[in-house]
């Protein structure tokens, strides 16, 4: 989705707003520009398409000079991508240029009135309203004028401005849209994700919603609306630069795929100390969770597909009834839900708007939530209660991999931890599931170890138009994630089914050499699947099974056997997934598609 970077300092702005902006490339945008203030005029440079022909069309920021600016990639909303669509927008009377993330609801009644007082737009977006109110406003006054601006604003902003009158200020805002501000020395940044900070300075300011920030080369102000001063702390960030590079891989997916083990292990060891699992940021007591009388688990996409796949886990060694809802349906349906509630949320990115907006409604109604979230500091982390951080680093891929995996690890981490203090397990058999889950990393790289090859299974299934992916319970989660891993990146038509629903109506879909791959990790489903293959397959299909070493009744009636390790039912999800994203990933590299960055999709889903 949109990406936003400010800079003011002593050095040329224009390089490191590009640099910045190459560094947002990941989440997703179809054009892009930057506006710097040099000389008591703004000069503004955009265009459709890629980065690089920003960089082509300024000379790599040469010919826009000026050492304070903003810049912009934009995910068309409202308005196609175009040059005139795209950020910063300028006000009719040159003085104000804007850079804006988010949706402005009220923008039309906006629109009406600003046209009605005879200002002029040049673009069919939203944001445009906003610089045309910076004008409005301005009575010699930019911070009263920003506030009065932001008061008539319904939505979600993040939010920059550069100004003629104060040629070396940033002055940006924030409502349900991140922001970080990046704090050097002689030189101050803003973003909208610490990717874009990380290559210039550590020290960040993570602003929070009704906020809105003073910032010049030496100081950083922050206010409330009212203009209050607020006093924030400086946050270290930790994450490693090398972490957003490609580190050799072709592709970030591979590279993120690949880091699945240490990601995995990252996530749980800090949290298991002489075999206790320590989640000190959770302070669940034993009479809390006694409390509980439901958990409901919501997110979206993956995330959401992570949750089906934990709750199993959850549910059978917990003995508390898990309910999945998807954040998109959750916040609109007036969910049953109060203080006897535990609400999980996942969230890679941690700013998914349907996300934030369910926890929003659940938190409400009074339920506790704790929040399974990659990006520190981010808006998921910061409204929870509880924020239990999944240490996979920085993902970059549009395709989440790691993020999935380590999500499904502080899952199972809470289904042994919750299940020991409920009294729901016996020592023996808590400690011998605490050491299957410590083995993972190992076996989730004996996975990709064994699977080294799986481009030549690919070459054989890459050229369709459309797959299907079945299993039942823990393997039906994992078919909807790879089913949904083919489809966002190689764009083949990937529909994943509960292997039990085929005969009522699916099956019908069937027909000559249709792959089906099909997912037989689960002992206690294992004949039942089998079944469904055969059903298949008597009607022409192509079966793809996955199944662990050593099982041998599926090479009988599969035409082709992925294996992965054997280990306990209730963590296999995590070694699952790993040879469908690997799949994934070949079939869209045959397919020549653009792995990392797929078609109309973002990296973080910021707006509904
Ligand atoms: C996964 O590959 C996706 N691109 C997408 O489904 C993603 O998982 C979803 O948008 C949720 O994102 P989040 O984890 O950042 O909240």
Redesign the pocket.
Known sequence: MCGIVGYTGVQGASPILLEGLKKLEYRGYDSAGIALVNEGVISIAKVTGRIANLCEKTNDGKDYPGTCGIGHTRWATHGAPSDNNAHPHLSNDGRFAIVHNGIIENYMSLHDELTAKGYHFESQTDTEVIVHLLEMYYKGDIKKAVIKTIARLQGSYALGVICTEHPDKLYVAREASPLILGVGVSENFFASDVTALVSYTRNAIYLEDGEFAEISPEEINVFDCTLKPIEKKITRIVWDIKASEKGGYEHFMLKEIMEQPRAFKATIAPRIKDNDIVLDETELTKEYLESVNKIVIT?????YYAGCAAKYTIEKLCRVPVITELASELRYCDPLIDEHTLLIV????G??AD?IAAMKECKSKGAKTIAVVNVVGSTIATLADHALYTWAGPEIA???TK?FTTQLAVLYLFALYAAKKLNNIDEERYLSLLSSLKSMPKKIQETLDTNSNIHKIAIKYYDNKSMFFIGRNTDYAIALEGA??MK?ISYIHAESYAAGELKHGTIALIEEHRPVVALCCNESVMEKTVSNIVEVKARGADVLALTFKGNSKIVSVANDVIYVPKVETFFSAAVEIVPLQLLAYYVAKLNECDIDKPKN?AK??TVE
């Open positions: 997110a979206c996409g993956s995330a996942l969230s890679q990115s700013e998914t996300t549009v395709a989440t993020g949904l891993k966002e999709l973080s889903v």
